[in-house]
Structure formats: C-alpha cells, structure tokens
T-cell receptor
Framework: GQNIDQPTEMTATEGAIVQINCTYQ??????LFWYQQHAGEAPTFLSY??LDGLEEKGRFSSFLSRSKGYSYLLLKELQMKDSASYLC??????????WGAGTKLIIKP | DTAVSQTPKYLVTQMGNDKSIKCEQNLGHDTMYWYKQDSKKFLKIMFSYNNKELIINETVPNRFSPKSPDKAHLNLHINSLELGDSAVYFC????????????FGPGTRLTVL
C-alpha cells in the first residue's frame, strides 16, 4: 500500500528553526508537495520538489531524497503566524496525490 | 476576486436528508477536485474531474456524486446522509503542468445529526 508518515505534532520557539520530516512509500513518484493549513482554513501550497536537493523560498526550504523516500520542510526565524499544520503530499506513478495526515506545529513565545 | 469559492460554509442537517455543496473557481483551471477531511485531519480525495474525465476514488460511496454544469463549477451532491459523513469538505482546482499545485476553497463543515 501507499503510505506517508509525518510526526503528529511538534513544538518550537519563536525565532528558532524547525525541521518537519516526511517519509513516503508510493507506487511511483512524480513530485512531492508541502502545504500549510491554519486551523479552520484551507490548505495553501508551499513548495514542490521533484529532483533531489534543496528548494529555498524565503524562510521556508524543502529537501528531497528520492532514493531514501524522504523529505523535510525547514522553517527558519519562526513567527507566531507559522503555527499551523504542515501537510506532505506525494504524486504517485498514476499522478494521484497521496496526502499525509499533517504535522501540527505549535510555536511558543 | 476569490479564486475558489464554496457554499455553504456550514451545513447542519438530519440523517437521511439529501444535500448539495457548490463550488466555483475563477482561475480558468481545467481540473477540479473534492476532498473530505475528517476529524483526524486526513485529506482524502473523493473525485477529480476535468472536461474529459471523471476519476472516482473507489472507496467513496455512490451516495456521493459530482455534478459539473460547466468547467468553472463542480458541485457535490450527497444522498441519504449518514452520521459518518460529518466532516469538512474541500473543493480544489489546478491547471496542470509540471507542478500542478492545487488551490483550495475555504471548506464546508458538514454536520449530520
């Protein structure tokens, strides 16, 4: 079966750095996405990786290792507004998007 | 200038009723989706649809049916509502291409009593 694993919850301090990991096992691979979802709101697109390596976008970076079935989302200079759930999703060999359950990130002052 | 909109935002109804949720996108996208997000926050794809193909998640009961009057709209009709249908339903759209990121509507919280 297809599976995406992420930690359920993480806590970090304002101004710090946090890394959210995602491991996946899918039938084929055609890209990995990270979405942010604030409580009671819709998911919004953060990043996309299809080749190995690091993609940087402002305070957020996303890394992919296809051979290890592994990705992480790195958030720097954390702000209170970064408190949200972060969803990892993989597009499989049939171009279907498989979603993880999300990691709830709690930022403390 | 809302990109993807859904109505209603909240829907409270009795078991056995039939209800519809409307979705509209003004992004000119070719593909639209319906997702169910349950209390454990899993996003489960229910349908994806473009003007050529409807893809149905085989786990979705046939009480659920998508209806698309045109490319900008994909409504979700639910017959004989059950308690387990209570969830947040998200509509989304995408344009295709290499990234093909999805743009989500605000969600409809359905409560079945």
């Amino acid at each position: 079966g297809q599976n995406i694993d992420q930690p359920t919850e993480m806590t970090a301090t304002e101004g710090a750095i946090v890394q959210i990991n995602c491991t996946y096992q899918t039938s084929g691979f055609n890209g990995l996405f990270w979405y942010q979802q604030h409580a009671g709101e819709a998911p919004t697109f953060l990043s996309y990786n299809v080749l190995d390596g690091l993609e940087e976008k402002g305070r957020f970076s996303s890394f992919l290792s296809r051979s290890k079935g592994y990705s992480y989302l790195l958030l720097k200079e954390l702000q209170m507004k970064d408190s949200a759930s972060y969803l990892c999703a993989v597009r499989d060999g049939n171009y279907q998007l498989i979603w993880g359950a999300g990691t709830k990130l709690i930022i403390k002052p | 200038d809302t990109a993807v909109s859904q109505t209603p935002k909240y829907l409270v109804t009795q078991m056995g009723n039939d209800k519809s949720i409307k979705c509209e996108q003004n992004l000119g996208h070719d593909t639209m989706y319906w997702y169910k997000q349950d209390s454990k926050k899993f996003l489960k794809i229910m349908f994806s649809y473009n003007n050529k193909e409807l893809i149905i998640n085989e786990t979705v009961p046939n009480r659920f049916s998508p209806k698309s009057p045109d490319k900008a709209h994909l409504n979700l009709h639910i017959n004989s509502l059950e308690l387990g249908d209570s969830a947040v339903y998200f509509c989304a759209s995408s344009q295709g291409g290499d990234v093909d990121e999805q743009f989500f509507g605000p969600g409809t919280r359905l409560t079945v009593l």
